[in-house]
Every structure is written in structure tokens, then in C-alpha cells.
Nanobody, 127 residues
């Protein structure tokens, strides 16, 4: 099991930027794919972005492509989500997640593919 703690959320105006961080502990971070999901009030949790264990391959949801960038620093056991050009519809609780198995597929998008979750950090974008 891995413990995940997100930080960096807050209130920002539309068009602004935020950088989320997710610190991991408890198992070999570099062996697992990592992802960000988000959940807005009254809506289902949705996939945002995923990154391979080496950090060389990433995929993002169409809704954030070109605005959000996922990255990781395996030496610091941390994954990041750089969010630019934020929109009010990006308002949500953002959660990071670690792959359920070592060296999992980078094509993973669904919640069952991820075995550990953080508590989330609130991002609010005002218009």
C-alpha cells in the first residue's frame, strides 16, 4: 500500500494557473504509474491524466489537453499536475492515484486500475 498526500489546491481566477503536488510513501514509487482524477460536486469521478513509471509517457483527457501537464520526480517520490488556462468547469476535488500493480499499463484510465488514493485537494476557479 502507498500513502498519497496532495497539496497545492486553492482559489484562482479563470485563466490562472495552479500546480498540484502529490507526495507518495510506503512502496517503491518509481515502479508504479500515477494518475490524477477529479470529482466535481454531484458528478462522477473523472480521469484527468496518467504518467508512466519512468515519466516518459503521459496521456491526458481531451478536456484538459494542452492546458494541464502531468509530471513526476521519482527521486522525490512526487507527481505533479501543472494546470494552466483554468476554467470554472475545472472546479473540483483533485485526487492522485497510484497504479494497482507494478509496471502497470499506461493505457489505464479507470478507477479499478488504481489501488491507492489520496484524500484530494480542492481547486476552485472563479469566473
Amino acid at each position: 500500500q502507498v500513502q498519497l498526500v496532495e497539496s497545492g489546491g486553492g482559489l484562482v481566477q479563470a485563466g490562472g494557473s495552479l500546480r498540484l503536488s502529490c507526495a507518495a510513501s510506503g512502496r517503491t514509487f518509481s515502479k508504479y504509474i500515477m494518475a490524477w482524477f477529479r470529482q466535481a460536486p454531484g458528478k462522477e469521478r473523472e480521469f484527468v491524466a496518467v504518467i508512466s513509471w519512468t515519466g516518459t509517457t503521459t496521456y491526458s483527457a481531451d478536456s484538459v489537453k494542452g492546458r494541464f501537464t502531468i509530471s513526476r520526480d521519482n527521486a522525490k517520490n512526487t507527481v505533479y499536475l501543472q494546470m494552466n488556462s483554468l476554467k470554472p468547469e475545472d472546479t473540483a476535488v483533485y485526487l492522485c492515484a497510484a497504479g494497482r500493480v507494478p509496471y502497470g499499463s499506461i493505457t489505464s484510465r479507470g478507477e479499478p486500475d488504481f489501488g491507492s488514493w489520496g484524500q484530494g485537494t480542492q481547486v476552485t476557479v472563479s469566473s
